[in-house]
Every structure is written in C-alpha cells, then in structure tokens.
C-alpha cells in the first residue's frame, strides 16, 4: 500500500461544476499537508497547504481529518484553466525535518 | 531571486551508458530532494539532503544510481550504467527547513530517454 493515496481519475467536468477530491495517508506522525498542482509537461507548484481547521483560498478550499488519515480539495465553480493534475503531499515528521511525499496525482479536465 | 534550475531539460542515451543531472537549489535552500516521476504517476523520493547529508537515501538504487552535494548548495544525480526502465522526468526541488515554511519548489526537471 503506498502512503499516500489519492482517487485514480481523471475526472471529467464542465466548466462551473464542483468537484472534489480524496487523498489518503498511512503515516499517522505525518505533520504537515499540501495539495500541489501540476500541468501537463510542467513542474509541481504549491496550489495550498491544508490546514486542521480546513482553509479556503477562493474557489479552492482544503479539508484535514487527521482521525480518518484523510485530505480533500474542493475546486468551485471550475474553469478551463483548472485544468491539470492534484497532487496530495504529506510531509513526514517534525520541524527541520522536510520529508515529503506525493501521491499518484488525479487528473482533472475542465471542459466548455 | 531565481528558481531551481536543471540541466540538461533533456537526454537521450543509449543503455549501458553513464548519465548525469545538474541541479542548482534557491539560494539559502537547505533542503534538497531528488525525486524520479514516470509518466501518470506522482513524484517518487529518491534522495533527500539536508545540506551536505544525505539524510534519506533508502529509494535510491544505489548499485547503478549515486548523488552528491557538496558544499551543501548545488547536487548531481548520476545513474551508471542506464538501463531501459530508468526512463523518466528526474526532477530537483528545494525548501528552507527551519522557518516554518516547507514549500518545494520544483526544477523544470530533466526527461530521460534510454534507448
């Protein structure tokens, strides 16, 4: 079982639909969560860091269940620029220590 | 303030031949990370450094796959000899342990093709 599990996609939408997606950790001491987004042929870049009280940045709010080992990102109102791969990262340990570890990434299309 | 730079963005090499990657952190990064993607899949830790240490190398191949940081600032990832299945992005990314701040940010990265 890998450590950190997102759903497969991709996921298919139209333009102004809500989707969400799930990301799963299996390291209980991990400390700190991010979801990154990454387009196609590009590098990773922060998209937000998830926080325990849930955090939201515009369209886009991230939710922590730290009991259930469980992450997610809701994307509002979507737009065709949202098109790209989610990526879910679990940081590992404690302060100065910077392990961080990806998931498979889901893929989401955006469409007219 | 410049990024994570890579080099080369790209290489093609004949198996069984010798391969390096180039990567320059941001300045005052103290945290490095070398991770491999293959096409489809997230960003798989091969090496991660803490300056000049190498503090988790345990996903790194290490009968054909090396690194090194000196100096703690830049790093090279050689893989000798190449085989087909090494095929992939490699990239290079950097963060400021210590400040509260983990962000990554990420090389452009370097696609290996082995033919």
């Known amino acids: 079982r890998k450590e950190v599990e997102q759903d497969p996609g991709p996921f298919n939408v139209p333009e102004g639909a809500t989707v969400a997606f799930n990301c799963t950790y299996s390291?209980?001491?991990?400390?700190?969560f991010f979801w990154y987004r990454q387009d196609c042929r590009k590098e990773p870049k922060l998209l937000m860091s998830?926080?325990?009280s849930g955090n939201e940045d515009g369209r886009f709010t991230a939710q922590l269940n730290r009991a259930s080992q469980y992450i997610s990102l809701l994307i509002r109102d979507s737009k065709l620029s949202d098109s790209a791969t989610y990526l879910c990262?679990?940081?590992?340990?404690?302060?100065?220590?910077?392990?961080?570890?990806f998931g498979a990434g889901t893929r989401l299309t955006v469409k007219p | 303030e410049a990024g994570v730079v890579q080099s080369p963005r790209y290489k093609i090499i004949e198996k069984k031949q010798p391969v390096a990657f180039w990567c320059n952190p941001i300045?005052?990064?103290?945290?490095l990370y070398w991770y491999l993607q293959n096409l489809g899949q997230g960003p798989e830790l091969l090496i991660r450094y803490e300056n000049e240490e190498a503090v988790d190398d345990s996903q790194l191949p290490k009968d054909r796959f090396s690194a090194e940081r000196l100096k703690g600032v830049d790093s090279t990832l050689k893989i000798q000899p190449a085989e087909l299945g090494d095929s992939a992005v490699y990239l290079c990314?950097?963060?400021?342990?210590?400040?509260?701040?983990?962000?990554?940010?990420f090389g452009q990265g370097t696609r290996l093709t082995v033919v």
């Open positions: 300045s005052g990064h103290n945290t």
């Open positions: 990262v679990v940081l590992r340990g404690v302060y100065n220590n910077n392990d961080m570890r």
């Open positions: 990314a950097s963060s400021r342990s210590g400040t509260g701040s983990t962000e990554a940010f």
């Open positions: 390291n209980s001491a991990s400390q700190s």
């Open positions: 998830v926080y325990s």
